[in-house]
């Protein structure tokens, strides 16, 4: 998504925590093809730096149009009946009080000039998991995206919101690229 955003003029701040070298592999590919990007460091499951994070960003670029929620991830394969409080305080903060805690930093500079939230998830929303509770963020926040109008099951089809997008292969991320240019240039696209 940072590419699709960068090649439509869009200057983006990356987050990471422990990929830097990847991070920063990304970050090189799209100031070559002269995009604007700024890097930042924090831990998704620390409120407070996490938080910084966001507000970092959106001083640097005096604002934000938009946050993209994409952190998140196993944190550990383990069966339910094993899950204890703090297998499941870990999974949580990772992959649902990150999503919160980004976008209470980011809606004041949202509100402020208009803008949008993408939360994105994995596919093991539609699919589910290998009896593990690494994704039960997944399970919590597939049937609140559905209410909201947006349908887990067409969320690869919609092309915003796979977690593995950087494992596809080049022919879905030029259709995801090419889906997220046609929306960011869609008037009519209800941000």
């Known amino acids: 998504m940072a590419r699709a ?5 869009a ?3 990356l987050h990471y925590n422990s990929s ?3 991070t920063e592999a990304l970050a090189a590919e799209i100031t070559e093809a002269g995009g604007t990007v700024v890097l930042v460091k924090a831990d998704a499951c620390n409120s407070e730096e996490f938080a910084a994070a966001v507000k970092s960003i959106a001083e640097q670029f005096g604002g934000l149009d938009g946050l993209i929620n994409n952190a998140g991830g196993m944190v550990k394969r383990i069966p339910y009946e094993d899950v204890t409080d703090a297998d499941y305080d870990a999974i949580m903060d990772l992959n ?19 803008g949008f939230v993408i939360n994105t998830t994995s596919i093991a929303a539609r699919n589910g998991t290998g009896g593990g509770a690494g994704h ?3 399970t919590w926040i597939a049937p609140l995206l559905h209410k909201s109008g947006h349908d887990p ?3 690869r089809e919609d092309n915003i919101g796979h977690k593995d997008y950087e494992q596809q292969d080049s022919h879905h991320r030029q259709q995801d690229d090419d889906n997220i240019a046609q929306c ?3 008037p009519d696209f209800p941000y």
């Open 153 to 155: 099951a067409r969320q």
């Open 5 to 9: 955003f960068a090649a439509q003029g």
């Open 20 to 22: 830097k070298e990847a």
């Open 11 to 13: 200057r983006v701040g």
């Open 184 to 186: 960011i240039n869609d």
């Open 136 to 138: 039960i963020k997944d």
């Open 96 to 114: 649902a009080r990150s999503v919160l805690v980004a976008s209470k930093a980011a809606l004041p500079y949202l509100k402020k000039q208009g």
